[in-house]
């Protein structure tokens, strides 16, 4: 990624034609974590595994780690609040702000 | 002249140059007044004399969007429509114009709806003048069959890379059978080798075509697709040059007649100018000079060449073959006043609206027209409205 073309663009003489996006996987560029108004906050220790909310995340913003627990990539979350609504033991609050 | 004497309406003149083009793929839906043109290419197709796949789509809106994709994932694409087809793939001629698709569109010129008219109004050619296409405007079967070559050529042309509309009037053009004159298959052949396509569909080197633009970028886009469009008419150029050579005849962006030394001037789109043409000649007998202006190239808008050509007229009757609601006046006068505010010095001009829905342009009409500019002229002052000749109620 650190060969990207799109993150070179200037001005509009730099655009490739057509309004092409000439390479892959460039929406990891556009770091969405910031849209956020509401952060899921995951206690670990109420955690049980299930992977409820890896499943029902739209982004996907929660990252399944070998054991089956879970992280929270703040990168990408919109902070929706499906994970959290979904969770079937409340190991996910959702509290204002980032 | 090079090539071979043959007879041929418009339509089927178009179809063999989409033939011997050697296109690969034909999307196209039926409708009056350009069907020959997609019924002759599906004969071709079924009867082996053309190697292209023809794509037999349910509705215009599915022909150009058909078109779009085999375009860019790399193949010589022909479509054709008129009048209510277009109008039905209006959306999509915007975005085979912005993904730089190279396809190239017959049109076979007709009224738009209502009262449901199968005959020629320009109102299909306007309609798609904002959206990015170059057009081109026959006067005659030959023209139709020329331009319908050299858009391929123009189109594909790696410093262009638009989708080019070639106009030829209903039923005046597409039905009338008229001579003139074929090029060899080796000769297309080599004025149109196989096409080059830049960043096709390519799964191993994928990209995004068409994504969400927002206020961030999207402006940018516009104005690259701007630039790049209004630099391609040196290009139409030396594609008529070459084709001039090649043929023996010789094109223009704007073709005059008669116009040095004359304070009247007529301009004109389409088969039209050859009444216009002879009435000049007609006059000129008589000793009355009367220029005419027609284009050939109708985007990007020929503006130097056509201040040119205006530049010696005191008065000039702009004549649409459409009427535009609410706006000062029909379309080729908007473009043509536009045009003219940056000549130094600049005639009176007016509108006329002639010829709607296949109503003919007699010679007559077009005495009455030079006869108005004239007084035009006499009186200093233009009209308000468009002038309607050929409608009952006017005098």
Known sequence: ?98 | MKGKLVGMNGDRAVAFAAKQADVDVISAYPITPQTIIVETLAEYVNNGELNAAFIPVESEHSALSAAVGASLAGARVFTATSSQGLALMWEILWIAAGLRTTIVMAMGNRALSPNINIHCSHDDAYAARDTGWLQFFAENVQEAYDLTLMAFRISEDHRVLFPSIVNLDGFILTHATEGLYVLDDEDVKAFLPKKKPVNPIDPSKPMTYGPLDLFDWYMEHRRLQYASFMSTPPVIKEVFEEYGKLSGRRYTPVKTFNVEGAEVVLMVLGSSAGTVRYVSRKLAEKGKKVGVVSLTQYRPFPVRELIEALSGASVVAVMDRSVSFGSPGAQLFMDTSTALLKAKRRPLLFNVVYGLGGRDLTPGDVEKIVMKAEEVLRRGETPEEPVWVGVRGEE
């Open chain 1, 1 to 98: 990624m650190s060969e990207s073309i799109v993150l070179k663009l200037k001005t509009w003489k730099d655009l490739p034609i057509g309004g092409v996006i000439p390479e892959p996987s460039t929406s990891l560029y556009n770091k969405t974590g910031n849209w956020r108004a509401m952060t899921p906050v995951l206690d670990e220790k109420k955690c049980i595994k299930c992977l409820l909310c890896w499943i029902h995340c739209p982004e996907p913003a929660i990252i399944r780690k070998d054991d089956d627990s879970v992280k929270i990539d703040y990168d990408y979350c919109k902070g929706c609040g499906i994970c959290a609504n979904v969770c079937p033991v409340h190991a996910i609050e959702m509290k204002l702000g980032v």
